[in-house]
């Protein structure tokens, strides 16, 4: 689904990616691991072409990416931030997001699911921090693309909307999607991901399954594991 080999990107001195090489296969559930600023979100917007790589090669659904920008149209990606301007009403944005992507979209029942009718025509402004990130798994989700990208998708959901957030990620992979997340919220990940990618100084420092990572890290659960990580050898 996605290939990746040796990635490498800066901002100024800053190296970010100092050489990743990462498979994703179809049809399961990643989570993209790693401490603050390690370089999870410029990973994923350089699969998504919105970072420019100094050094190395992605292909997407066997395309390299460098070759256009039609292969965007096979993901769906929920931002870490999404800036959409203030004063638009919901109903609106839903609306100029699917003139943009001219993709079918089942915008209906997502918004049945996360309870979003009385706030349809409300604008985006007014709205808490928690229903703005409800709406933005709406237009995320709307989409029927092969490959899913979420980062940080939990933040500022309520228990109920986590809940509705997990079953509608876990339909998804049962209809055979491949999904990548990031997240800080490690009972998050431990349910959701098949396959942990664990960045760390520009690397992938561990890939492998949960389970795997218990092994090898000697730990009993996985937020200890995790914690542990970078005390035991290389993958
Ligand atoms: N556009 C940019 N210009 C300059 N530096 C950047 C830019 N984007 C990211 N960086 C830097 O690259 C590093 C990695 O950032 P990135 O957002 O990829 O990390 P992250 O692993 O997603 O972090 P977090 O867990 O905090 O979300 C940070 O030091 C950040 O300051």
Do not use: C
Not at 152 to 179: M, N, S, V, W, Y
Request: no cysteine.
């Amino acid at each position: 689904m996605i290939e990746i080999n040796n990635l490498h990107k800066k901002f100024g001195k800053n190296q970010v990616l100092k050489g990743v090489d990462l498979t994703i296969e179809e049809g399961l559930i990643y989570a993209v691991l790693g401490p603050n600023g390690s370089g999870k979100t410029t990973l994923i917007k350089s699969i998504l072409g919105m970072v420019i790589p100094n050094k190395g090669q992605i292909s997407v659904l066997g395309e390299p990416i460098k070759k256009g920008w039609k292969y965007r149209k096979k993901i769906d990606y929920l931002p870490q931030i999404a800036n959409f301007p203030p004063n638009i009403k919901v109903k609106e944005l839903i609306h100029m997001i699917k003139d943009l992507r001219n993709s079918p979209a089942a915008e209906e029942e997502l918004i049945t699911v996360f309870g979003l009718e009385p706030f349809l025509n409300k604008k985006l402004s007014t709205l808490s921090g928690g229903t703005k990130q409800k709406v933005n798994i709406v237009l995320t989700f709307m989409f029927d693309s092969p490959l899913i990208i979420l980062d940080e998708p939990t933040t500022g959901l309520d228990p109920k909307a986590l809940i509705r957030l997990k079953e509608l990620i876990q339909k998804e992979r049962a209809r055979g999607k491949t999904i990548l997340i990031t997240s800080h919220i490690m009972q998050f990940v431990e349910e959701m991901a098949n396959e942990i990618v664990y960045l760390l100084e520009g690397e992938v420092y561990f890939k492998g399954s949960i389970a795997q990572l218990l092994g090898q890290t000697e730990q009993t659960d996985f937020e200890h594991a995790i914690a542990a990580i970078t005390t035991h050898n290389h993958a």
